[in-house]
DNA sequence: AGGGCTACCTGTACGC
DNA sequence: TGCGTACAGGTAGCCC
């Protein structure tokens, strides 16, 4: 499910529920998530209080007003729900009880992980150590990207999708990016022109800042924490469009589909060189 | 050191 | 209807 634009809005719908509260009761039903469950996570969590959650790339950090701070990553299925009252669904995982509320983790496909630290060494944790730029801060621009791009023969949708370079882009923005900027997702990054890469920030910024306005992309699973849908589902133009007329030039061509790196990927060959 | 590929898991869609 | 297969928003950890 989820790429930057739905952990963001996961983070601000869980900041707008959870601030201040106060946890009662925590039920775990599958300890082996992505990596086990740690094996405290009860005790550790029970009377902590929420404060403020942050997010970096796909990653959100649940911080509270003890020293504690919670990474998790939801994998590809992993969604929050917050309810008034609780009535078990398959795949509900980690049940945590607040004051009249519930905070449940739900993963179909258990590719989620959750992780406990201190405060001040979450950011050291080698999930987040080796993140890329946030693409949505200020300071994040062409020539950073060039940076990264030198010396690398990979393709620029491969180059995107690692999470060293950038943090956050999954497969879904990475072709609605590069079809935005009207790169090819062939184009290997070390002949991309200065302009090329501006273009790719540009479109980088644009996706994602929409993405977010709209609450993310809802395939199948994906829901934010108050159980709504994400509509730039509404918005994508290429992503799941094979053999569809392109956005751009209409009839002239059909969006074509391609598996690189073991993953689909979606473009117009007519738009995008 | 750096890159590529596979495994992890369940559900769904599709062809026969 | 049922069975086999391919594929799905991600990434750690293996191998080369």
Redesign the pocket.
């Known amino acids: 499910?989820?790429?930057l634009p739905?952990v963001e809005t996961v983070r601000i719908s869980l900041n707008e529920h959870l601030l201040k509260c106060k946890i009662s009761k925590v039920r775990i039903n599958v300890k082996?998530l992505?990596?086990p469950v740690p094996n405290n996570l009860e005790k550790s969590l029970e009377g902590k209080v929420f404060e403020k959650i942050n997010r970096r790339?796909?990653?959100l950090l649940i911080n509270f007003k003890q020293d504690l701070s919670l990474l998790v990553?939801?994998?590809?299925?992993g969604v929050f729900k917050i309810n008034n009252s609780y009535s078990p669904e398959?795949?509900d995982h980690i049940v945590i009880e607040l004051k009249e509320k519930f905070l449940i983790y739900n993963d179909?496909?258990?590719?989620g992980f959750f992780k406990v630290y201190k405060k001040n060494l979450v950011m050291q944790s080698?999930?987040l150590k080796?993140l890329g730029p946030e693409p949505l801060d200020i300071g994040f621009n062409e020539l950073i990207l060039k940076k990264k791009m030198m010396?690398?023969?990979?393709n620029i949708k491969?180059f995107l999708?690692?999470?060293?370079n950038i943090a956050?882009?999954?497969?879904?923005?990475c072709s609605e990016i590069l079809f935005d900027s009207k790169i090819s997702p062939l184009r290997l990054v070390n002949d991309m022109k200065k302009s090329e890469i501006k273009k790719i920030v540009k479109s980088i910024k644009k996706i994602l800042t929409k993405a977010i306005e709209l609450g993310?992309?809802?395939?199948?699973?994906?829901k934010t924490p108050s159980g709504k849908l994400?509509y730039f589902k509404n918005e994508l133009k290429v992503?799941?469009m094979e053999n569809k007329n392109c956005f751009f030039c209409k009839k002239r061509s059909k969006i074509k589909?391609l598996?690189q790196?073991?993953?689909?990927t979606f473009f117009c060959m007519k738009c995008q060189k």
């Open positions: 499910m989820p790429e739905e082996n992505r990596f790339g796909k990653y990553h939801l994998g590809m299925t398959k795949h179909v496909r258990r590719f080698p999930h080796k010396n690398k023969t990979q491969h999708m690692d999470q060293k956050g882009l999954g497969n879904i923005y993310g992309t809802s395939l199948s699973d994906y994400g992503y799941g589909k598996v790196q073991g993953r689909s």
